[in-house]
């Protein structure tokens, strides 16, 4: 089915239908996601993951981005969803002393643009606006338009195109800021999916477009006569085949750190008769449990391909996330300068890169912990997060978090 798994189709569901309608308005806010912020989720005290580093909460975000979005939210102001507080509760963080407070206004999730007869009385669907395949759409982008500006002079729409396979990286070996007409946030570099960006994102954007520049070299040594096309879309391959195994490997036992959850996880890519047999012998069995999942026949076992509501769910990590990081030099560990989150996101992302230096960004990162994912340790930047507050708007990611799930049926 060749629609299968586009940019623009559905999310699916992991539950039964029935299961999966939103809470009706009126019991979208009780308790207030508001509230369940405050006691349950503000950071009381950094609570840190001491077999973890940042940069394993800078690697699910990237490859959140390449799996799904929902996209921009609804700005229709009948659909806003309104928050309750409290009276001691003072929002956003900047209300004048004696102000009265209002209501949290939360933008709604944006809904299908294809609804139709069939979707009566059935729970309200979503669409991923990205790819929903393991594809490296966060390094390449959900559409051709953006795949062929990453492979411009400058990152430039009316660039010169690249025709040696590569992606364009400046003389430094760095990403260009952003600079499409239609670059949302000119401040962020130029990625596939540069959303929420911050120090973490850039790195990893940075060393995977080096490592997919660095594939077609060698592709391009074993294969003198191929075509720049041919070498940029193997090369592509590469790059999402090896994120993919990162991610099964590497992330997800670091993350479950437990004998099941590694044997699991290994199982998943080499079977159960594990990595050295497979090396040693290849595939013995198309059975999956035997030989692992890569190589196997496709088998969507009745269903289209793809991403579902309550697969994204799971993956609102954001108490991984330190509130402050010191940054040391990779040489001999020495202080050079603390930055707070906020001060690594958008903009700041390339200014401290720029300040300390990649390789003292990146080793930082290695070897700073992320907060654990329990109770009370959800980043107080992340609660106070100033949107546009020149205009007065502010988020609780915390409240948006807990209110999304109910609204999208999980």
Known sequence: QPWMGMAGRRFGRNAPLADTFGERKQDLMSPSPRLISNRLLARESFV??????????????????DWLSHGPNDPDVSRHLRVPLEPTDRWPPDLPEGAPNEPMTVLSTTTCADLNPADEGRPIPFTNTETHWWDGSQIYGSS???????????GRPDGERLENGKLWLDEGGFLPLDPGLQAKRPDHELAGI???????????????????????????????????????????????????????????????DSPVGRMAMRGNYWGVLGERFHKGMGRIS???????????????????YAMTEEFGAVY?????????????????????????????????ATQVRREVGFANALYSL????????????????LRNL???????????LATVDVLRDRERGV
């Not at 993951?49 to 490859?63: E, G």
């Not at 790195?203 to 070299?217: K, P, Q």
């Not at 010191?326 to 903009?347: I, P, Y």
């Open 48 to 65: 840190p993951v001491p077999s973890l580093n940042v940069m394993a909460a800078a690697w699910i975000q990237f490859m959140v981005h």
């Open 144 to 154: 051709w338009q953006r795949l062929d500006q990453l492979r411009r002079v400058g």
């Open 194 to 256: 540069n959303g929420n960006w911050w120090i973490g994102l850039s790195l990893l954007h940075t060393l995977f477009a080096r490592e997919h520049n660095t594939v077609a070299d060698a592709l391009r040594a074993e294969y003198p006569a191929a075509s720049g096309e041919w070498i940029f879309q193997k090369a592509r391959l590469v790059v999402a085949a090896l994120t993919a195994k990162i991610h099964t490997v590497e992330w997800t036992p670091a993350l479950m």
């Open 286 to 304: 198309d059975n999956e449990v035997v030989s692992g999942i890569p190589g196997t026949p496709p088998d969507h076992h009745g269903a289209p």
């Open 316 to 348: 609102r990590l954001h108490p991984l996330l330190p509130d402050e990081f010191d940054f040391r030099a990779h040489e001999d560990d020495r202080h050079l300068t603390r930055k707070t989150l906020l001060d690594v996101f958008a903009g700041g």
């Open 366 to 381: 290695a070897t700073l912990n992320p907060g654990a994912m329990v109770l009370h340790n959800y980043p107080e930047s």
């Open 386 to 396: 100033p949107k546009k507050p020149e205009e007065g708007i502010w988020l609780d």
